[in-house]
T-cell receptor, first 111, second 117 residues
């Protein structure tokens, strides 16, 4: 089983739609959670951290359910510029303390 | 925000040559740098963790003699792919974590595309 699992998509949605991505992680000792965005042939860029109480940044809302080991990202009012691959990322805070990436969910927003 | 640079951004080389990639933190000190590799349509896979002044820690399956990592200063880490082969062609990305960052945020370099012919 992968340490971080995501639906690979692609999700094809019209402009203005609301879209949700889900992610599950296997290590219950995980401490830090993030959503990164990666554009084609570019490096990942931090979209937002995910906090236990849930957090919102403009059109983006992230939720964390520790009991179910589940993370979600909701994008409202999708823009063409939101088209990218969204990576669910977990930091297990043990040993090397490196980030573990999901394989990403591809979003294509269509006009 | 924190900036991480990588050089070169593109490399095309013949099989058997060695390629050196530099990763620099431009406006902060990075006690730890990470090297990732990403094959097409796959996720980033951690290759090794590099701490300033000490030996790198390699992930299982990554040959330390093939992928030489040096982290000689708080702002520079290098990855050398020795005797590169076509199967080493990939997107290599480094990230750096600040020494004072309690949130463990990592900042990524723009990546280096390696094509071995």
């Amino acid at each position: 089983r992968k340490e971080v699992e995501q639906d690979p998509g692609p999700f094809n949605v019209p402009e203005g739609a609301t879209v949700a991505f889900n992610c599950t992680y296997s290590n219950s000792a995980s401490q830090s959670f993030f959503w990164y965005r990666q554009d084609c042939r570019k490096e990942p860029k931090l979209l937002m951290s995910v906090y236990s109480s849930g957090n919102e940044d403009g059109r983006f809302t992230a939720q964390l359910n520790r009991a179910s080991q589940y993370i979600s990202l909701l994008i409202r009012d999708s823009k063409l510029s939101d088209s990218a691959t969204y990576l669910c990322v977990v930091n297990f805070h043990t040993g090397r303390r490196a980030l573990t990436f999901g394989s990403g969910t591809r979003l294509q927003v269509q006009p | 925000g924190a900036v991480v640079s990588q050089h070169p951004s593109w490399v095309i080389c013949k099989s058997g040559t060695s390629v050196k990639i530099e990763c620099r933190s431009l406006d902060f000190q990075a006690t730890t740098m990470f090297w990732y590799r990403q094959f097409p349509k796959q996720s980033l896979m951690l290759m090794a963790t590099s701490n300033e002044g000490s030996k790198a820690t390699y992930e299982q399956g990554v040959e330390k003699d093939k992928f030489l990592i040096n982290h000689a200063s708080l702002t520079l880490s290098t990855l050398t792919v020795t005797s590169a082969h076509p199967e080493d062609s990939s997107f290599y990305i480094c990230s750096a974590r600040g020494s004072r960052d309690i949130q463990e945020t990592q900042y990524f370099g723009p990546g280096t595309r390696l094509l071995v012919l």
